[in-house]
């Protein structure tokens, strides 16, 4: 399978191109295609989301500006262009400058690595999951810089607790990434899309899907990509009755925008890596005749991953910020390295791949079973307590459970 930086460049040796000169203009190629293909996108993003969103609330959503309000977010975003920007007096001009374009570059910057189809891919690094686990890191640094180069209290509040919650979040879905790498052998994101076909005489009917063996490795990533993209019900970094608009309070214009360009790619691209790792990425039916149905394949699969996280968006209340990092660090942190643990452990079994696919599911239902039992727990407790910390004796009546009232 060749990709097509390989057959451009070639194209363009035979031209009659040096192939020092072939390369580069290559290299300017895909650049440029990302470069368009991330603010276009970002444009879409937000079309799904205010449509989705208010299909869930009874109502229409953007109609106006465009057929089908197609064409609000270019209104929104030549808006945005033509915004003052305002920065404060004492804000450092580094840290609060480089924060916006950190944060859209190391998504940006995730795009190289994306296998939309076979042969499409930027470049098929043999380090292709790492290198998206070290991206992760830069939105978290942009996020505190924003925070501390405000020279804003609420905004370095929210810069600490960003770091708290992307960092939390961001152990247990490493590990879960681990899941897919361990089955199909190699972080090549290619290498795992190709891993995931399934044949039946000798027909890829493209539907052997990771998520159907470890489906609790899926759910463990998804849940903590919600976090990492910071998305309902794990949206605390913009609390509005806690820390105004949270780290980015100081900033306007076509800066602030940047933010929730970052913010929107991100949860899309979030959505991309558990298709590639455990919704089969390009395969599907006849792909292997028609190459470019991987594409389409690829695409339908994110797009309906990103429709499900705005519905999660429309439908689930936010949590506290306690009941957030205890779920990250005593739910989901144990439960998945048991689940790696028992992964390896199987894997090295003298036991045909059958048993061993076998023996994965039953321990991801395991896994599943005992956070539903451990969520029922909890939801249970909380059921029992009051609205208060205290029960004001002084005052008539007291605050009891609605259970009880009558006893």
């Not at 590639?276 to 991953?305: E, N």
């Amino acid at each position: 399978m060749q990709l097509w930086s390989e057959t451009l460049s070639n194209w363009l040796a035979g031209l009659g191109l040096p192939e020092p000169v072939a390369l580069t203009v290559t290299y300017l190629v895909g650049a440029l295609v990302l470069a368009t293909f991330a603010p276009l996108l970002a444009l879409i993003l937000i079309w799904i989301t205010r449509k989705v969103i208010s299909r869930i609330q009874d109502r229409i959503g953007p109609n106006r500006v465009g057929k089908y309000g197609l064409l609000q977010t270019v209104a929104d975003a030549l808006k945005l262009l033509s915004k003052e920007d305002i920065r404060p007096a004492s804000a450092d001009p580094v840290s609060y400058n480089l924060a916006p374009i950190l944060s859209v570059f190391g998504v940006i910057m995730s795009l190289a690595v994306v296998a939309f189809a076979p042969g499409l891919i930027g470049a098929d690094l043999n380090v292709g999951v790492l290198y998206l686990v070290a991206l992760g890191s830069i939105g978290i640094m942009a996020a505190l810089m924003a925070g501390w180069g405000s020279s804003n209290k609420y905004a370095l509040l929210a810069g600490f607790r960003v770091v708290a919650q992307l960092l939390s979040y961001e152990i247990p879905m490493v590990l879960a990434m681990l899941a897919p790498v361990l089955l199909a052998g190699t972080m090549r994101l290619g290498g795992i899309s190709e891993a995931q076909a399934l044949r039946i005489f000798g027909f890829n009917i493209g539907l052997g899907w990771f998520v159907f063996i470890m489906p609790a490795a899926f759910l463990i990533f998804f849940i903590s990509a919600l976090a990492e993209g910071e998305q309902t019900p794990f949206d605390l970094l913009e609390a509005e009755s806690e820390l105004i608009a949270g780290f980015h309070i100081e900033y306007s214009g076509m800066k602030f925008a940047m933010f929730f360009l970052a913010q929107f790619l991100n949860t899309f691209f979030l959505g991309a890596i558990a298709v590639m790792l455990f919704l089969g990425g390009w395969q599907g039916p006849l792909v292997d005749q028609i190459p470019l149905l991987g594409l389409v394949y690829f695409l339908a699969k994110c797009f309906a991953v990103y429709v499900v996280i705005q519905w999660v968006k429309g439908t689930f209340p936010r949590v506290r910020i306690d009941q957030m990092m205890a779920f990250a660090w005593k739910v989901l942190v144990p439960q998945v390295l048991a689940l790696i643990l028992w992964q390896m452990l199987v894997m090295k079994l003298p036991a045909p791949t059958w048993v061993q696919y076998g023996l994965i599911l039953v321990g991801n239902l395991v896994v599943i079973g005992a956070v539903v039992q451990i969520l029922g727990r909890y939801f249970q407790q909380e059921q029992v307590r009051t609205k208060r910390a205290f029960e004001p004796r002084s005052l008539i009546g007291t605050m009891q459970p609605a259970s009880s009232a009558g006893d």
